[in-house]
């Protein structure tokens, strides 16, 4: 099992960066494809991007690619979205979740990810 706790949201003005660090507990955090959803108020949670166990492959939602960076350190157990350029649609509550793969689900979906964290609050001003 995973816990993941999530970190680093808070306000920002429009064109700002802010970085999101997910720290993970448990030996087998390395073994899990990792992703950073995002749900504002009214709206459903959305896939926002995702990286690969080894950190080899990254995928983005076409909203935040060339703005946002998914990374990892397995050896910190750790994952991170930097994310640069916000605008004011990115505010929302971001979550991170750990998939440990086998559902045959698109990676986009959130019922792919067997764990979650509790959400950090993104707020950008104009």
């Known amino acids: 099992q995973v816990q993941l706790v999530e970190s680093g949201g808070g306000l920002v003005q429009a064109g700002g960066s802010l970085r999101l660090s997910c720290a993970a507990s448990?030996?087998?955090?390395?073994?899990?494809?990792m992703g950073w959803f995002r749900q504002a108020p009214g709206k459903e949670r959305e896939f926002v991007a995702r990286?690969?166990?080894?950190?080899?492959?990254?995928s983005y939602a076409d909203s935040v690619k060339g703005r946002f960076t998914i990374s990892r350190d397995n050896a910190k157990n750790t994952v991170y979205l930097q994310m640069n350029d916000l605008k004011p649609e990115d505010p929302a509550v971001y979550y991170c979740?750990?998939?440990?793969?086998?559902?045959?689900?698109?990676?986009?979906?959130?019922?792919?990810?067997?764990?979650w964290g509790q959400g950090t609050q993104v707020t950008v001003s104009s």
């Open positions: 979740a750990a998939d440990s793969g086998g559902s045959g689900l698109r990676i986009k979906t959130p019922s792919r990810y067997h764990y």
């Open positions: 448990g030996r087998t955090f390395s073994s899990y494809a």
């Open positions: 990286v690969s166990w080894s950190a080899t492959i990254t």
